[in-house]
C-alpha cells in the first residue's frame, strides 16, 4: 500500500494492515465493551475510547489529503508534474491500493479527491490569464484607424480636385504630402519606442493624426498649401504607428505567438482600407466632404483615450496580467524589462538575467545584410502598396468607366482578401515553426516569396485585362498575396534584433516612406504624360521582383544583435 493511502487508515489499522472496523450500530450490538471482529483469531480493538480520536484522525487525514490534491493540480497547472495532474495521481493511487482495502474507505477517499478538486478548480488564480490578446485586438484596431484615415483622401480627393481644378499632377501631390511627414517619424519613433516603450509613442502618434485627420476638410477649403501642410503633420503622426507595432508585440506576445500576433495587427491595418474605401463615398454623399475626415478623427482620439487607460509597457506593469500569464510571456521568449522603463539596466529575450550588453550603433545595424534585406524589402512593399492604394480608384473609374462610389467598392476589395490572407500567413508561418520545424530562416523566405513574386505575377496580368471582373480578380490575386509579407520582413524584424526592433522598423520605414513619395508621385507624372497605365504596373512589378530576389540572398531567421 502507497504511504498516502496508508495515510487514510487509523493507527491500529496501518499496524495490522487488515483491520475491519464496526460501525456504530453493530457495535451497540456488542455491548459496552464495543468490539471489532477479526476474519481471523487476532485480538479485537476497542472502540468507545478510540473512536472520538480516530474520527479527529480522519479529519487530519481528510485535511492533507485536500492539500496534497490542491498542490498536485497546481504543479500540473504550471508544468511542473509529469504524472499528467489530479485525474492521474487519483488513479496511480488507485491502482497501488488493493480492491479489499479501497472497499473500506470509499467514500473517504472520493470525498476527499472530489472537493480537493473542487477547491483547485475554481481557484482562478490558477488559471493564465488572456490580456495579451486584448492588447494585440487595440493595436490592431490603431492601425485600422491609422490606414483608414490616410486612405480616405483617396476617395475624398477626385471631388477636391474636381472643385479645385486640380490635375493629376496636383492630386499627386496632395497624395505624396502625406508621405512628407510619414518620412521623418518612423526612425525616431521607433527608438523612442525602444527606450520609453511603444505604449507611449503610439499614443502620441494617434493624437497628432487623429486631430490632423479632423482638421484636413478646413485646410482644403483654406488653400492647397495649408492642406499639404496638414497632411504632412497627419504623416508625422501616423509615422510612429508600424514601429510601435513591432515594439509592442515584441514585449507582450511569445515568440511561439509571433506570426500570428503580427498577421492580426496588420489585418487591421489592411482592414482599414476596406472601412476607408467603403464608409467614405456613403459619407460624402451624406454630409459632404468634411464628414469622412471629422468622423474618424473624432473615433481616433476615443481610441487614444482608451488606450492611455488600459495599456502598459510591459505585461508585468498591467494589473489585467496574472503571474502565470506573465510566465507565459517572458517565458515563451518575449523581450523582458527589468527596470523601469527608460531607466532599464537589464533586458533580454526569454527571461534569463543577463546583464546589459553595449548597445549596437546604427552604423552596425545598417552594415547587417539581414538588417538591409529588411530595409529593401519594406521599400519594395511601400512602393507597390501605396501606389494601389492611392491609384486604384482612379483605375477602375478612367480605365474600365466605372463611378466614384462602385470603383471604391472595387478597390476595397482586394484588401479585404489582404487582410483575411494575412491572418493565414500568420498561422501558416506558424505552423511550419511550431509543427513542422522548419527553420525560421526558411519560413520568412518562403512567406516573402510568396508576398513579392506573386504581386509581380498578378499586376502583369492585370495589364492584359479588359473588364471590371477580370481586372478586380487579378488585383485580388496581387493585393491578397502581398499580405504574406507580414509573416515575412515584419516578424523578422524581431528575431534578427529584438532589441532594436523599434528602430530598426523605424529605418525600414523611413526606406518605405521614401518609395512611396517616388512611386505615388512618379505614377502621377507617368500618367499624365502617358496616359497608360499599364507602364506603371510593370515598373511596379519589376520592383517586386527584384525585392524577391535580394531577400532570398540576404535575409535570415536567426538572432543578430543581442
Same mark, same amino acid.
Given at each position: ?185 518612423? @526612425? ?29 476638410? @478646413? ?243 492585370? =495589364? ?19 499580405? @504574406? ?34 512611386? =505615388? ?39 543578430? @544583435?543581442?
Amino acid at each position: 500500500m502507497s504511504p498516502a493511502a496508508m495515510s487514510l487508515l487509523p493507527s491500529a489499522a496501518r499496524a495490522s494492515g487488515r483491520t475491519r472496523v464496526t460501525s456504530p450500530s453493530s457495535s451497540s450490538r456488542i455491548g459496552t465493551s464495543s468490539q471489532a471482529s477479526f476474519h481471523g483469531n487476532r485480538r479485537p480493538v476497542r472502540l468507545d475510547k478510540t473512536h472520538d480520536s480516530m474520527r479527529v484522525r480522519h479529519s487530519r487525514r481528510i485535511i492533507e489529503c485536500r492539500a496534497y490534491h490542491r498542490s498536485t493540480a497546481t504543479e500540473a497547472c504550471h508544468g511542473t508534474r509529469g504524472d499528467g495532474g489530479l485525474v492521474a495521481f487519483a488513479s496511480s493511487q488507485k491502482s497501488r491500493m488493493s480492491h479489499s482495502r479501497l472497499r473500506r474507505r470509499p467514500n473517504l477517499l472520493r470525498r476527499a479527491m472530489e472537493t480537493s478538486y473542487d477547491d483547485t478548480t475554481n481557484d482562478t488564480t490558477d488559471k493564465p490569464t488572456t490580456y495579451r490578446y486584448i492588447v494585440v485586438f487595440l493595436v490592431a484596431l490603431a492601425l485600422l484607424l491609422c490606414n483608414a484615415d490616410r486612405v480616405i483622401m483617396s476617395v475624398a480627393g477626385v471631388p477636391l480636385a474636381a472643385a479645385n481644378g486640380w490635375g493629376a499632377e496636383k492630386l499627386g501631390l496632395v497624395q505624396s504630402s502625406f508621405l512628407w511627414g510619414y518620412t521623418l517619424t518612423p @526612425f525616431i519613433g521607433g527608438v523612442l519606442a525602444d527606450k520609453f516603450g511603444g505604449k507611449n509613442v503610439l499614443l502620441l502618434g494617434i493624437f497628432v493624426w487623429s486631430v490632423a485627420t479632423a482638421l484636413t476638410p @478646413f485646410a482644403a477649403a483654406a488653400s492647397l498649401p495649408a492642406l499639404l501642410l496638414c497632411r504632412a503633420v497627419m504623416g508625422l503622426g501616423e509615422g510612429v504607428a508600424l514601429p510601435c507595432m513591432n515594439n509592442i508585440t515584441s514585449r507582450w506576445v511569445p515568440a511561439a505567438e509571433r506570426s500570428r500576433a503580427v498577421a492580426a495587427c496588420m489585418a487591421g491595418f489592411q482592414s482599414g482600407s476596406v472601412v476607408g474605401l467603403l464608409a467614405a463615398p456613403a459619407m460624402l454623399l451624406l454630409g459632404g466632404v468634411q464628414r469622412p475626415f471629422l468622423v474618424f478623427g473624432v473615433v481616433g482620439i476615443a481610441w487614444a483615450s482608451v488606450w492611455a487607460a488600459t495599456a502598459t509597457t510591459f505585461p508585468k506593469q498591467s494589473k489585467f496580467v496574472n503571474e502565470l500569464e506573465l510566465k507565459v510571456i517572458e517565458g515563451g521568449g518575449a523581450v523582458v524589462g527589468v527596470a523601469e522603463v527608460g531607466k532599464a539596466k537589464e533586458s533580454n529575450e526569454g527571461g534569463d538575467k543577463n546583464k546589459e550588453k553595449p548597445k549596437a550603433t546604427v552604423a552596425q545595424l545598417l552594415k547587417a545584410p539581414p538588417v538591409l534585406a529588411c530595409i529593401f524589402a519594406n521599400f519594395v512593399n511601400n512602393w507597390g502598396y501605396f501606389i494601389l492604394l492611392a491609384w486604384m480608384p482612379l483605375y477602375f473609374k478612367e480605365q474600365l468607366g466605372l463611378e466614384l462610389a462602385k470603383s471604391a467598392q472595387f478597390s476595397a476589395l482586394p484588401w479585404f482578401a489582404m487582410a483575411v490572407s494575412g491572418a493565414f500567413a500568420g498561422w501558416f508561418a506558424d505552423w511550419l515553426i511550431n509543427m513542422k520545424n522548419v527553420s525560421r530562416t526558411k519560413t520568412r523566405k518562403i512567406t516573402q516569396g510568396i508576398g513579392f513574386i506573386g504581386p509581380a505575377i498578378g499586376l502583369l496580368v492585370l =495589364t492584359y485585362t479588359n473588364t471590371p471582373g477580370s481586372a478586380l480578380a487579378a488585383l485580388t490575386f496581387a493585393v491578397g498575396c502581398t499580405a @504574406f509579407t507580414q509573416a515575412g520582413f515584419l516578424v523578422n524584424f524581431q528575431e534578427i534584433g529584438p532589441r532594436y526592433v523599434g528602430a530598426m522598423h523605424g529605418m525600414a520605414n523611413t526606406a518605405g516612406s521614401l518609395a512611396g513619395i517616388i512611386g =505615388t508621385y512618379g505614377a502621377g507624372v507617368v500618367l499624365e504624360a502617358t496616359g497608360s497605365w499599364n507602364a506603371v504596373l510593370r515598373v511596379t512589378a519589376a520592383v517586386y521582383l527584384a525585392g524577391a530576389a535580394v531577400w532570398v540572398c540576404f535575409s535570415t531567421g536567426e538572432k543578430v @544583435f543581442d
